[in-house]
């Protein structure tokens, strides 16, 4: 037997185990199931839908998600109020849909660390506003003030207005468009939907203002299950980093071009 004969089962025995582990490796892979990331795209500019494609805020910080955690994000479209009930029967792994922390959910989920600090706001049309602006003008018998069903703004209004008539709407837009339509007075939505409407990136609501005075402090972050702890530490290393490198501030600023918290803006004649 030569020298090369010698090593040659030894050699054989070396390349079998590596294409196994290269195998188990691939196949382990293949077998990750995707993070399925539940999202309810009625929520511009976090989450939203135009020409068919989830597009947002919400949707940015998803796409990025994926690579910091190695695995693959699958976006699953869900209404907002059937994503509670989703995380809970495991049809979804967690919640990225601008959701505000609340004592009542945190009985419920754990959320991440926060990503946005917003609040509460209102949205008036121009015309009204000299007679709206008044911080004591919604709280009245005539007063008509909407709101998206559900949320931190519906708690806020049932909590704090006794006399004004309550209208909820089942999203931003509905919301809007009633607003526009004389239906309502005011519109109580989150800071980002306001600064989005109000704030001139587009012409689409040119009759439309904000009384930028926040009625609410309020902390957006990720919902996962209680029983998920690793996946609850794993996105906030990733917010950590985040913040930390500023791709935060890069994905919000995209979005939210202004970021008006405590100055009341007045419209331009």
């Known amino acids: 037997m030569t020298y090369d004969e010698?090593?040659?089962?030894?050699?054989?025995?070396?390349?079998?185990?590596?294409?196994?582990?290269?195998?188990?490796?691939?196949v382990a892979a293949e077998e990750a199931p995707p993070l399925r990331v539940g999202m309810a795209p009625n929520y511009p500019p976090l989450a939203f839908k135009k020409h068919g494609k989830l597009k947002?805020?919400?949707v940015d910080f998803a796409k990025?998600?994926?690579?910091?955690?190695?695995?693959?994000?699958?976006?699953?479209?869900?209404?907002?109020?059937?994503?509670?009930?989703?995380?809970?029967?495991?049809?979804i792994d967690m919640v990225m849909s601008g959701t505000s922390i609340t004592e009542e959910r945190k009985e419920k989920v754990n959320f991440t660390e926060p990503y946005l600090t917003v609040g509460q706001m209102v949205i008036v049309r121009k015309a009204d506003y000299p007679a709206l602006s008044d911080p004591q003008a919604m709280d009245q018998t005539k007063s008509r003030v909407g709101y998206v069903s559900r949320t931190t703004g519906e708690q806020w209004a049932r909590d704090n207005l006794k006399k004004a008539k309550?209208?909820?709407?089942t999203n931003t837009k509905e919301g809007v468009a009633a607003l526009?339509?004389?239906?309502?007075?005011?519109?109580?939505?989150?800071?980002?939907?306001?600064w989005r409407v109000t704030g001139g990136f587009t012409d689409e609501h040119p009759t439309l203002t904000g009384l930028y005075r926040p009625l609410t402090t309020e902390y957006l972050a990720w919902a996962v299950p209680k029983d998920n702890p690793e996946l609850l530490?794993?996105?906030?290393?990733?917010?950590?980093?985040?913040?930390?490198?500023?791709t935060l501030d890069d994905v919000i600023d995209d979005w939210i071009t202004v970021r008006k918290t405590a100055i009341e803006v007045k419209p331009q004649p």
């Open 6 to 26: 010698r090593w040659l089962p030894l050699r054989s025995t070396a390349v079998a185990l590596a294409l196994a582990a290269v195998f188990a490796r691939g």
């Open 56 to 58: 947002g805020m919400e």
């Open 64 to 91: 990025r998600l994926g690579p910091a955690l190695n695995r693959q994000v699958e976006i699953v479209e869900t209404e907002w109020e059937e994503l509670g009930p989703a995380l809970e029967a495991k049809k």
């Open 166 to 169: 309550l209208h909820g709407y």
């Open 180 to 194: 526009e339509n004389d239906q309502i007075d005011f519109f109580v939505q989150d800071a980002p939907a306001v």
């Open 233 to 246: 530490a794993q996105l906030n290393q990733v917010l950590e980093k985040w913040k930390k490198d500023g």
